[in-house]
C-alpha cells in the first residue's frame, strides 16, 4: 500500500532530536507557555521574515483570533474562496461575519480576483485569500483590489509553508496570515497546533490577548474577555526541530512534482497542476485533473495507491452553508473542478519506486 503521507517514516528521520525535545520539554515540565513557545515564535518568525508569531491551538484558530482582533464580526462580510478546507469560512461564521464565496481561477485554483472585486459591498471587511495546495494565490492583484476598497487582507497559509511569492515568503504580505501545524500539514506537529504572523505589533498584542484569557504578561490581569487558544510547549519543540527541514523537504516535494510532470505530461486527459516562475510551489498536495476520474481511481486502486479528493464539494454547496441558497452557475469553476480533482501521494519519503508505479498506472489513463 502506498499511503497519501507518511508520518512515522518522517519521524524515524529526525528521531533522535525530536526524542530528546520532548524528553527536555517533560524535564521542564513546563507544558503550557515557557521557553519551547517562545523559542519556536521566534524561530518560525524570523524563518518568514516577519514581526510577530503567536502560537495558537490550531489553523482554524488561528483566522478566528485574527478577524477579532481587527474587530470584525456582526453585520460584516468577508470574502473566501469558493473552494478550500472549511475552516477558512468557519473562522468567518465563527466571528460573526458572513462569509462571501468567490469562485476561483480555472488554472491556478486560487481565488478569482475578478469575482473577488465582483463580491465586494459596503460591508466588506477582509478578504481570506488561501494559497492553495501550497501554490500562492495572486497576491499583487488581490493588495491592489483590497487596498482600492480599503479591506484587510488575511492570507491562510495552511497548505503553504515556504511558499513564496515574487520573492516574498507567503504569509507576510497581507495584515496577518495564520497557519496551522495539523500533523500532514508541510510543517506539521504531533498533534493540533497553529500559529498568527503579523507585522503590526498592535494586531499581535490583541491576539495575545484574545488567545490567552485576555491576559498579557501579567498573570490575573485581564484586560478583555479572551478565550484559550494555545499552543502546547511539546509540539513548539517538536515544530522547532522540524522548521529546521522545512526547506529540504519542500526541496525534495517539488523534485516529485517534477518527477510526476515530466511521466504524466505525455497522458492524454490528465490536467497537471500549474507552475509559473514567480511563484514558488510547496506542493501540499499534487493535484490532478481528469473527466473521467473514475477511471483513474480504478487504475490507482488496482496498486493499492492512496487518493483523496481535496475537495469533494465546493464550501457553497455543503450542508453547512446551504442556508446560503447558491446553485452551481453563481461557481461555474469550483462545481467543475470538484467533479474532476484528484489528489495523488506526495511527502518527502516517498520512494522512487513508489512513485514509478503511480506514473505507470496513471499513464493507463484514457479518458
Ligand atoms: C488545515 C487548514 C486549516 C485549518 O487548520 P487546523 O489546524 O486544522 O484548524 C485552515 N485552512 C486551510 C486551507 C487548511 O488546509
Same mark, same amino acid.
Not at 469533494?312 to 473542478?337: C, G, Q, V, W
Given at each position: 500500500?502506498?499511503?497519501?503521507?507518511? @508520518?512515522? $517514516?518522517?519521524?524515524?528521520?529526525?528521531?533522535?532530536?525530536?526524542?530528546?525535545?520532548?524528553?527536555?520539554?517533560?524535564?521542564?515540565?513546563?507544558?503550557?507557555?515557557?521557553?519551547?513557545?517562545?523559542?519556536?515564535?521566534?524561530?518560525?518568525?524570523?524563518?518568514?521574515?516577519?514581526?510577530?508569531?503567536?502560537?495558537?491551538?490550531? =489553523?482554524?484558530?488561528?483566522?478566528?483570533?485574527?478577524?477579532?482582533?481587527?474587530?470584525?464580526?456582526?453585520?460584516?462580510?468577508?470574502?473566501?474562496?469558493?473552494?478550500?478546507?472549511?475552516?477558512?469560512?468557519?473562522?468567518?461564521?465563527?466571528?460573526?461575519?458572513?462569509?462571501?464565496?468567490?469562485?476561483?481561477?480555472?488554472?491556478?485554483?486560487?481565488?478569482?480576483?475578478?469575482?473577488?472585486?465582483?463580491?465586494?459591498?459596503?460591508?466588506?471587511?477582509?478578504?481570506?485569500?488561501?494559497? @492553495?495546495?501550497?501554490?500562492?494565490?495572486?497576491?499583487?492583484?488581490?493588495?491592489?483590489?483590497?487596498?482600492?476598497?480599503?479591506?484587510?487582507?488575511?492570507?491562510?497559509?495552511?497548505?503553504?509553508?515556504?511558499?513564496?511569492?515574487?520573492?516574498?515568503?507567503?504569509?507576510?504580505?497581507?495584515? $496577518?496570515?495564520?497557519?496551522?501545524?495539523?500533523?500532514?500539514?508541510?510543517?506539521?506537529?504531533?498533534?493540533?497546533? =497553529? $500559529?498568527?504572523?503579523?507585522?503590526?505589533?498592535?494586531?499581535?498584542?490583541?491576539?495575545?490577548?484574545?488567545?490567552?484569557?485576555?491576559?498579557?504578561?501579567?498573570?490575573?490581569?485581564?484586560?478583555?474577555?479572551?478565550?484559550?487558544?494555545?499552543?502546547?510547549?511539546?509540539?513548539?519543540?517538536?515544530?522547532?526541530?522540524?522548521?529546521?527541514?522545512?526547506?529540504?523537504?519542500?526541496?525534495?516535494?517539488?523534485?516529485?512534482?517534477?518527477?510526476?510532470?515530466?511521466?504524466?505530461?505525455?497522458?492524454?486527459?490528465?490536467?497537471?497542476?500549474?507552475?509559473?516562475?514567480?511563484?514558488?510551489?510547496?506542493?501540499?498536495?499534487?493535484?490532478?485533473?481528469?473527466?473521467?476520474?473514475?477511471? $483513474?481511481?480504478?487504475?490507482?486502486?488496482?496498486?493499492?495507491?492512496?487518493?483523496?479528493?481535496?475537495?469533494?464539494?465546493?464550501?457553497?454547496?455543503?450542508?453547512?452553508?446551504?442556508?446560503?441558497?447558491?446553485?452551481?452557475?453563481?461557481?461555474?469553476?469550483?462545481?467543475?473542478?470538484?467533479?474532476?480533482?484528484?489528489?495523488?501521494?506526495?511527502?518527502?519519503?516517498?520512494?522512487?519506486?513508489?512513485?514509478?508505479?503511480?506514473?505507470?498506472?496513471?499513464?493507463?489513463?484514457?479518458?
Amino acid at each position: 500500500m502506498i499511503p497519501l503521507i507518511d @508520518l512515522f $517514516a518522517q519521524y524515524n528521520t529526525i528521531k533522535t532530536d525530536v526524542d530528546n525535545a520532548i524528553s527536555k520539554c517533560i524535564a521542564e515540565s513546563n507544558f503550557i507557555k515557557g521557553k519551547a513557545v517562545a523559542e519556536f515564535e521566534s524561530a518560525f518568525s524570523e524563518y518568514l521574515g516577519s514581526g510577530f508569531c503567536i502560537g495558537c491551538a490550531n =489553523g482554524t484558530d488561528a483566522l478566528e483570533l485574527i478577524l477579532k482582533a481587527l474587530n470584525i464580526g456582526a453585520g460584516d462580510e468577508v470574502i473566501v474562496p469558493a473552494l478550500t478546507w472549511i475552516a477558512t469560512a468557519e473562522a468567518v461564521s465563527n466571528s460573526g461575519a458572513e462569509p462571501v464565496f468567490a469562485d476561483i481561477d480555472p488554472v491556478t485554483y486560487c481565488i478569482d480576483y475578478d469575482d473577488l472585486e465582483k463580491k465586494i459591498t459596503r460591508k466588506t471587511k477582509a478578504v481570506i485569500p488561501v494559497h @492553495l495546495y501550497g501554490f500562492p494565490a495572486e497576491m499583487d492583484e488581490i493588495m491592489k483590489i483590497s487596498k482600492k476598497h480599503g479591506l484587510h487582507v488575511i492570507e491562510d497559509c495552511a497548505q503553504a509553508h515556504g511558499a513564496e511569492y515574487s520573492g516574498r515568503k507567503v504569509g507576510t504580505m497581507g495584515i $496577518a496570515s495564520s497557519f496551522s501545524f495539523f500533523p500532514s500539514k508541510n510543517l506539521g506537529a504531533f498533534g493540533d497546533g =497553529g $500559529a498568527v504572523i503579523t507585522d503590526n505589533s498592535g494586531l499581535a498584542e490583541a491576539v495575545r490577548k484574545i488567545a490567552n484569557h485576555g491576559q498579557l504578561t501579567e498573570r490575573h490581569r485581564h484586560f478583555l474577555i479572551g478565550r484559550n487558544s494555545r499552543l502546547d510547549a511539546i509540539q513548539a519543540a517538536i515544530l522547532s526541530v522540524k522548521l529546521k527541514h522545512l526547506d529540504d523537504w519542500n526541496f525534495i516535494r517539488q523534485n516529485i512534482a517534477s518527477q510526476y510532470n515530466l511521466r504524466l505530461k505525455a497522458t492524454p486527459g490528465l490536467t497537471l497542476p500549474y507552475s509559473d516562475t514567480k511563484s514558488k510551489h510547496v506542493f501540499h498536495q499534487f493535484v490532478i485533473r481528469c473527466r473521467n476520474r473514475n477511471k $483513474a481511481i480504478e487504475l490507482l486502486e488496482n496498486k493499492q495507491i492512496s487518493w483523496s479528493i481535496h475537495y469533494p464539494a465546493a464550501l457553497p454547496f455543503t450542508d453547512a452553508y446551504k442556508y446560503k441558497n447558491h446553485r452551481e452557475m453563481d461557481y461555474p469553476e469550483s462545481a467543475r473542478i470538484t467533479g474532476e480533482i484528484i489528489s495523488i501521494p506526495i511527502y518527502p519519503e516517498l520512494r522512487s519506486e513508489q512513485l514509478a508505479l503511480i506514473c505507470d498506472q496513471l499513464n493507463r489513463y484514457v479518458q
